[in-house]
């Protein structure tokens, strides 16, 4: 299946019906009154998170969504029934955005939390409600409005506590498969990871964390080089980033420039998102000796510190029950912070709101090089639901990788 983060979509709510004119015409009833009903209310459009769904895919094959229409009021006082509202299940973890204002309308992170985006029109009313002791037969009525109809923009970002980032080939997808159920692909070459992948990583029976793994990041990616910057978004919600260094890198690069360089990609692509708490994992440590690593990690912290430096390595199995056991207890500790000091919540409350709108105004920048150049982005993907020249376009056998325990 393929892993979509970002789709467009139409939504249109419900015309409200039309009040009725009508007259009662009873036996025996010398002068009967107005009886004209109201309207129904016009049905609503909604979305719903569902923890079930892990990607847009679905808007790809279905862009539209129109709730029912109200119907119209009837005779003897009878009201009309209101149109249906229908639900639009989305993916935890999905934003909003109006694309004729850039408006955020909403962000869907709890599973059942629902956002009205497109709302029914209002009832018209019926002759009867017009009646009054100086108008015992009116003969006016109103017509039910208009629903809201929008175009709206809908971008994934994964729900994780912790995020997984390094250059290709940094021993990410090795990691999380170690230490959690996820069974990403691994392989000797770079570029193995194309989409994002979840695992729950398990501590105890009542101590778990979520991990995150995106593709690799390399020089340029926040101005659209690479994989990477496509899925940066993922690692907006996280707590923490775990940051993979590989201590021997096949092209002989500087560990420590390397390093470097990712974090000035991440600070390129949001200033607010390097104020994350960043940890440093020298990967692959199984392949110095002991004097070297010792070297490294000394210059790693040099270079780096306010930065906790770790040694791993997972196909060795070397410190990583470590290094979960102090991301948990690090996310426990954050948790309980923010319940009880109220300056802490605020601050991680307005840190999350400036990477939410960093990656807002990233992803509208990217967005608006692709219109003005002739490579096919999410853009001509969305058109492409509507546009059948564009049907032969793919963007290749992606699987996304979610695993829940």
């Given at each position: 299946?393929q892993?979509?983060?970002?789709?467009?979509?139409?939504?249109?709510?419900g015309?409200g019906?039309?009040?009725?004119?009508?007259f009662?015409?009873?036996k025996?009833v010398?002068?009967?009154?107005?009886?004209?009903?109201?309207?129904g209310?016009?049905g609503s459009?909604?979305?719903l998170a569902?923890?079930?769904l892990?990607t847009?895919?679905d808007?790809r094959?279905?862009?539209?969504y129109?709730?029912?229409n109200?119907?119209?009021g009837?005779?003897?006082?009878k009201?009309g029934?209101?149109g249906e509202?229908?639900?639009v299940?989305?993916?935890?973890?999905?934003?909003?955005v109006?694309?004729?204002?850039?408006?955020?309308?909403g962000?869907?992170?709890?599973?059942g939390q629902r956002?009205l985006?497109a709302?029914?029109g209002?009832?018209g009313?019926?002759?009867?409600?017009?009646k009054?002791?100086?108008?015992?037969?009116?003969?006016?009525?109103?017509p039910?409005?208009l629903?809201?109809?929008?175009?709206l923009?809908?971008q994934?970002?994964?729900?994780?506590?912790?995020?997984?980032l390094?250059?290709p080939?940094?021993g990410?997808s090795?990691?999380?498969?170690?230490?959690?159920a996820a069974n990403?692909?691994?392989?000797?070459?770079?570029?193995?990871?194309?989409a994002?992948?979840?695992?729950?990583?398990r501590?105890a029976?009542?101590?778990?964390?979520v991990m995150?793994d995106?593709?690799?990041l390399i020089?340029?990616?926040a101005q659209?080089?690479?994989?990477g910057a496509?899925?940066?978004?993922h690692?907006?919600r996280?707590?923490?980033?775990?940051?993979?260094v590989?201590v021997?890198?096949?092209?002989?690069s500087?560990?420590?420039?390397?390093a470097?360089?990712i974090e000035?990609?991440?600070?390129?692509?949001?200033e607010a998102?390097i104020?994350?708490p960043i940890?440093?994992?020298?990967s692959?440590?199984?392949?110095?000796?002991?004097?070297a690593l010792?070297?490294l990690?000394q210059?790693?912290?040099?270079?780096?510190?306010?930065?906790?430096?770790?040694?791993?390595?997972a196909?060795?199995?070397?410190g990583?029950?470590e290094l979960?056991?102090?991301l948990m207890q690090?996310l426990n500790?954050q948790?309980?912070q923010?319940?009880?000091?109220?300056e802490?919540?605020?601050?991680?409350?307005?840190l999350e709101?400036?990477?939410?709108?960093d990656?807002?105004?990233?992803?509208?920048r990217m967005?608006?090089?692709?219109?003005?150049?002739?490579?096919?982005g999410?853009?001509e993907?969305?058109?492409?639901?509507?546009?059948d020249e564009?049907?032969?376009?793919q963007?290749?056998?992606?699987?996304?990788i979610?695993?829940?325990?």
């Open positions: 299946m892993f979509i983060d970002e789709a467009s979509i139409r939504v249109q709510a015309k019906g039309n009040g009725c004119l009508s009662r015409r009873e025996y010398e002068r009967g009154g107005p009886d004209g009903g109201n309207g209310d016009g459009v909604y979305l569902d923890e079930a892990n847009l895919i808007f094959y279905q862009p539209a129109q709730a029912r109200g119907h119209g009837g005779s003897r006082n009201t029934a209101g509202d229908i639900l299940k989305v993916p935890l973890g999905t934003t909003v109006d694309e004729e204002t850039q408006e955020v309308l962000d869907l992170s709890k599973a956002l985006v709302e029914g209002s009832r009313l019926g002759n009867a409600t017009f009054s002791s100086t108008n015992r037969a009116p003969r006016k009525t109103t039910g409005q629903g809201d109809i929008r175009r923009r809908l994934l970002k994964l729900l994780a506590d912790v995020g997984l390094g250059l080939n940094a990410k090795t990691l999380i498969g170690q230490v959690s990403p692909k691994v392989a000797d070459y770079p570029f193995t990871t194309l994002p992948s979840l695992g729950v990583v501590i029976a009542d101590a778990s964390f995150a995106i593709p690799g020089v340029g990616a659209g080089a690479g994989l496509q899925f940066l978004r690692l907006s996280t707590k923490v980033l775990l940051h993979l590989d021997a890198p096949e092209d002989q500087d560990p420590v420039d390397n470097l360089a000035q990609e991440l600070a390129e692509y949001s998102l104020e994350r940890w440093l994992a020298l692959k440590v199984d392949q110095l000796d002991e004097m010792q070297e990690r210059e790693m912290a040099e270079t780096f510190p306010d930065r906790p430096v770790y040694s791993v390595s196909l060795g199995d070397i990583l029950d979960k056991n102090d690090f500790e948790r309980l923010a319940q009880e000091d109220p802490a919540a605020e601050y991680l409350q307005q709101r400036r990477i939410s709108d990656v807002f105004t990233h992803s509208e967005r608006q090089r692709r219109r003005l150049g002739d490579e096919p999410d853009d993907l969305d058109a492409g639901l509507m546009d564009l049907d032969d376009w963007e290749g056998d992606t699987e996304v979610y695993v829940r325990e």
